[in-house]
């Protein structure tokens, strides 16, 4: 039990704006890709418009995906990409998650 401990501190220490299921859906497309637009995410994430957009708003807002407005024949395009910031917190997470998981198997 005393190494449980550690796992659970490790696990709340975790990047909880990285951590929450759709914003983690969100960074996993765009670690894997140059650039997204809207609709591309809309249909990997399979999140509705709104939820979409108020969570690219977050990741926005915490430095972590840069958007893009631009026009493609005179339609409006949004794109979004991972900053270095936005792909250094997706990385660490993933690291530490690794961890968490390798020291709970130890333990079998």
Known sequence: MMKDKKIIKDIIALERLVHEPSRLAILTILSGVKEADFNFLLNYSKLTRGNLSVHLSKLEEA???????????????????????GHKAFTEYLTNMEKIIKRKKKEK
């Open 63 to 85: 430095g972590y995906v840069n958007i893009n407005k631009r026009f493609i024949n005179k339609m409006p395009n949004t794109v979004y990409n991972l900053t270095k910031e």
